[in-house]
């Protein structure tokens, strides 16, 4: 069956420009997660998305990032004016319901120059 | 939110040789994951083990859950190179978000 997929696979872009990177998951899941993992380090928790609950924003690393999930099912993230700190993979995740198995992308790897 | 810390960080082993990776983690926890990620993309869920659980199985791989030393292993039995890959685990803490550790990178030379 589908699993979660990322799209872009990778982004490279500009210091200073906008990103949006687009997570679907598995269909019926209510939750969703974003997680950050730079070059050799672990994953680090940015935002989850459970229901129609308003998001746990307590990850993100600054006002320059944001995520909204449209209709309980596709999530975007933004990082807007980008900086060269911001380059890694970017994955999501999907669960049926918060706190189970989590289902990962092939991620988003972003590069910013 | 709570962080599972792996260890050892790395470990090199023979094809056929067993693997046992080892987490430890902080505060009560309802559940505990453990991941594993190949060439640092898209990781796959292995096995969760419940608060009341001791040890589960899944083929290869055998997880045991102490709670009350709030540690966790992950043994892989006769290992083989593709199971070469970094091998995270993930506290759940009763509603609160977890953030993986650097997770252990296994090395299995053929």
């Known amino acids: 069956g589908a699993g979660v997929s990322q799209s872009p696979s990778n982004k490279v872009t500009e210091k200073g420009k906008d990103v949006e990177l687009r997570c679907d998951p598995i269909?019926?899941?209510?939750?969703l997660y974003w997680y950050r993992q730079s070059l050799g380090q672990g994953l680090e928790f940015l935002i989850y998305?459970?229901?129609?609950?308003?998001?746990?924003k307590s990850g993100l690393p600054s006002d320059r990032f944001s995520a909204e999930r449209t209709g309980g099912s596709v999530s975007t993230l933004t990082i807007q004016r980008t900086q060269q700190e911001d380059s890694a993979v970017y994955l999501c995740?999907?669960?049926?319901?918060?706190?189970?198995?989590?289902?990962f992308g092939p991620g988003t790897r972003l590069l910013v120059l | 939110s709570q962080q599972g810390e792996e260890d050892p960080q790395a470990l090199s082993i023979q094809e056929g040789e067993n693997a046992t990776m080892n987490c430890s983690y902080k505060?009560?926890?309802?559940?505990l994951q453990w991941y594993r990620q190949n060439s640092g993309r898209g990781l796959v869920h292995l096995i969760l083990?419940?608060?009341?659980?001791r040890e589960k199985h899944s083929g290869r791989l055998r997880v045991t859950l102490d709670t009350s030393k709030k540690s966790s292993s992950l043994l892989i039995t006769a290992s083989r190179a593709a199971d070469t890959a970094s091998y995270f685990c993930?506290?759940?803490?009763?509603?609160?978000?977890?953030?993986f550790g650097p997770g252990t990178r296994l090395s299995v030379l053929p």
């Open positions: 995740a999907s669960s049926l319901n918060w706190g189970e198995t989590q289902y």
């Open positions: 269909s019926g899941h209510t939750a």
């Open positions: 998305f459970q229901g129609n609950s308003a998001p746990d």
């Open positions: 505060t009560s926890i309802n559940n």
């Open positions: 083990i419940r608060s009341n659980e």
């Open positions: 993930a506290p759940d803490n009763y509603g609160q978000n977890f953030v």
